[in-house]
């Protein structure tokens, strides 16, 4: 009986965790940057599907003017971003060194991203690669701050996005986080193109320096009286009317630069017909003669995509410059190599010049 009663424990406890599971699988996602000379960010869900897009220039602004990305899996919408890239002269197709960079805080993600802009490369027979996009601008202000480029990214992401976050806020939530904001706002934020979002963001910040101090002062106020234990009531209620009016303030911006947002859109879609009409020509005789040029150029490209896939290795190896093999070796006298030397073990001066030893390992390295 004990053990019939342990057994069904057992399952209800198992049953149990699984709903726990299950409630708390919240779809993860991940948010990426590519950046050919358009700069664009894609939002994905956990299935690797475009759940969101954002342009982060005028050019990209353009660029994503006619594509429907959203639901679609992401090597699709990284060929039709390459094709659309194509078609309004960003990309052309006879160059011999087109670089996208791709960004990425999840690795596999970044990777995968790589290789759908480099397939897309090779299957249109042009000689392009993906790179990781290196963002040297943040290095040093991400590790003062000490969170990595990409993490710092997308707090500026999601800073612009909401109105209310702060930056130093930003830098402490969890990274799922902030990738939702970026995915919320999104559309809201694409009312604002891309020239008028510095205009926005200058007359936003103008908003804050005139009203959050007061916020502040009122709320400090109010709990100076509370500790005191005295009546806030007129206080808290001139903080609710002060906090309205600032997001009264903010949604009236929001809406004028929406409203200047869709007049520069409707330029953006003109610029857009123009671009597409100057490269007609060229891009008509690339599609016509693409099927056979990437049959030629196939193992070109492919090996020209291999050089970039070494550098990292090369780049990014920060054990050849502290080398603990060498400046640790205290026991190099004592290998039986060295002592079967007379004239090494005969000459006490030159055995204890560390500094000898070193130099000839930093030339090693040099070479």
Known sequence: MKKIVSMVSIGLAMAFGFF?????????????????????????????????TSAMNGD???????????????????????????????????????????G????????????NVN????????????????????????????????FLRMAYRAVEADDTLTLE?????????????????????????????????E??????????????ALEAEIET???????ATEKIAELELLKDEFHDALSELRLAYQQDGEAFRA?????????????????????????????????QIEDYQEEETTEPELTTEPDVTTEPDVTTEPDVTTEPDVTTEPDVTTEPDVTTEPATTEQGSNGGNNS
């Not at 990425?104 to 290789?115: A, G, M, S, Y």
């Not at 990738?179 to 919320?184: R, S, T, V």
Request: proline letters at 2%; aromatic letters at 4%.
């Open 169 to 201: 806020t930003a830098l402490t939530m969890d990274k799922q986080d902030l990738i939702q904001i970026i995915k919320d706002k999104n559309a809201e934020k694409k009312m604002i193109v891309t020239e008028l979002k510095t205009q926005f963001f």
């Open 20 to 52: 726990l599971l299950g409630c708390d699988s919240t779809p993860k996602m991940e948010y990426v940057t590519i950046d050919i000379n358009p700069s664009i960010d894609l939002v994905l869900d956990s299935d690797d599907k475009v759940v969101a």
């Open 225 to 231: 009286i509370e500790a005191e234990e005295g009546d």
């Open 104 to 115: 990425c805080e999840n690795e596999r993600i970044q990777n995968k991203v790589r290789d």
């Open 267 to 299: 330029e953006k879609q003109l610029e857009n017909q123009n671009r597409r009409q100057m490269h007609q020509s060229e891009v008509a005789a690339y599609r016509n003669q693409m099927q056979q040029r990437r049959r030629d150029r196939q193992s």
């Open 60 to 102: 990209g602004e353009i660029l994503l003017l006619n594509l429907a990305l959203e639901n679609k899996p992401v090597d699709e919408a990284v060929d039709e971003i390459i094709d659309e890239a194509i078609d309004l002269g960003y990309i052309d197709p006879d160059t011999e060194d087109a670089v996208v960079e791709v």
């Open 203 to 216: 007359a936003r910040d103008l908003l804050k320096e005139e009203y959050l101090p007061q916020i502040q």
């Open 119 to 150: 397939n897309s490369f090779q299957n249109k027979g042009i000689f392009g690669k993906a790179v990781a996009k290196e963002n040297t601008d943040l290095i040093d202000e991400a590790e003062t701050f000490g969170v990595t480029v990409g």
